[in-house]
């Protein structure tokens, strides 16, 4: 199926739903809440291993409950955990905020002691990177570790997948490092100075990105579906009623990552990526939402 290997972050979702998010200093009541793993790369790495690659996951915890849930996470999913656990922090935690009527949300990240992962740790793992068939990798820990990891797995003539969330600027040359980029139109913006709202200027937007050394840009737009530079919209399809957003981007490049590593084409691994997200949707949470690989297949034959 592949081989997937992940440097991320794990936190524990704390997720809320209110009809509003509340102003400064004001309280308000919410109508639920909710405590689950998530993390971009945990998420991206459950997606994977669900979707049957081979997933690895570069990381590190506390020694805490929270790191408990990590394990457990992915001991169900199948992903093979190279995490060090240690004693001078946490394991990080998210404060994620839900829109009631519509799911979208805004999300806080403490990434506790995953901020603490640094390039000896990438090092100790060069021979894993190097011998993946994708290598995934995004910016909620150090960026020295993202963009080692990067050089790491570029050497190997592994492929490269930078999900450049959340938005921040990145070292000289981290972007001809890639292979595929894959933001959404908030940290396209931030990458390219190009506001993407139309797909005039998603491909505008493409094209600069293109210029900072890319190989092949993917843009993320939501309900709209992703941006495959090249093709065009692939458009998103949800598979029933829309629950909750927040992992979808994960879903999204868990299915794309594994895809590529099966070595379907880019085309083929973002349509994978947009049927894998379109099914996370559906359900609440991110890690727990990341849908099996038949319940993929069975919905890109449905929409086929």
């Known amino acids: 199926m592949g081989k997937v290997v992940v440097l991320g972050v794990f936190v524990a979702d704390t997720?809320?739903?209110?009809?509003?998010?509340?102003n400064m200093g004001?309280?308000?009541?919410?109508?639920?809440?909710?405590l689950g793993p998530g993390g971009k790369g945990s998420n991206q790495a459950v997606a994977c291993a669900r979707l049957g690659a081979?997933?690895?996951?570069?990381?590190?915890?506390?020694?805490?409950?929270?790191?408990?849930?990590?394990?457990?996470?992915?001991?169900?999913?199948?992903?093979?955990?190279?995490?060090?656990?240690?004693s001078?922090?946490?394991?990080?935690?998210?404060?994620?905020?839900?829109?009631?009527?519509?799911?979208?949300?805004?999300?806080?990240?403490?990434?506790?002691?995953?901020?603490l992962i640094d390039i000896a740790d990438i090092e100790a793992h060069a021979s894993l990177i190097a011998d993946a068939d994708t290598f995934v990798t995004q910016l909620e820990q150090?960026?020295?570790?993202?963009?080692?990891?990067?050089?790491?797995?570029?050497?190997?003539?592994?492929?490269?997948?930078?999900?450049?969330?959340?938005a921040a600027v990145l070292p000289d040359n981290m972007l001809a490092l890639c292979d595929y980029i894959t933001p959404n139109e908030t940290e396209c913006e931030a990458l390219t100075g190009i506001a993407v709202q139309t797909l005039a200027q998603a491909k505008?937007?493409?094209?600069?990105?293109?210029?900072?050394?890319?190989?092949?840009?993917?843009?993320?737009?939501?309900?709209?579906?992703?941006?495959?530079?090249?093709?065009?919209?692939?458009?998103?399809?949800?598979?029933?009623?829309?629950?909750?957003?927040?992992g979808a981007g994960d879903a999204f490049n868990g299915g794309f990552a594994a895809a590529l590593a099966e070595k379907r084409s880019p085309l083929e691994a973002v349509r994978y990526g947009c049927n894998t997200a379109g099914i996370s949707v559906t359900k609440a949470g991110t890690a727990p939402s990341m849908p099996s690989r038949d319940m993929v297949e069975a919905?890109?034959?449905q929409v086929s």
């Not at 993917?218 to 927040?246: K, N, W």
Request: with cysteine; hydrophobic share 50%; glycine share 10%.
């Open 204 to 246: 505008q937007a493409c094209e600069a990105l293109l210029d900072l050394g890319v190989g092949t840009p993917i843009i993320t737009m939501g309900d709209q579906g992703a941006f495959l530079y090249g093709h065009g919209l692939v458009p998103a399809v949800a598979a029933g009623a829309v629950i909750e957003t927040t």
């Open 88 to 115: 001078e922090s946490y394991t990080g935690a998210a404060h994620i905020f839900i829109e009631h009527s519509t799911g979208d949300n805004a999300i806080i990240v403490a990434p506790g002691a995953a901020a």
């Open 142 to 166: 150090p960026m020295a570790a993202a963009m080692r990891g990067l050089e790491i797995a570029r050497a190997g003539g592994v492929t490269t997948v930078l999900n450049p969330a959340p």
């Open 26 to 34: 004001e309280t308000i009541m919410g109508t639920s809440f909710a």
């Open 54 to 86: 081979e997933t690895h996951l570069i990381s590190k915890l506390g020694q805490d409950d929270f790191a408990k849930l990590a394990l457990d996470t992915w001991q169900q999913a199948g992903v093979v955990a190279h995490v060090e656990q240690v």
């Open 15 to 22: 997720a809320y739903r209110a009809a509003r998010m509340p």
């Open 299 to 301: 919905f890109m034959r």
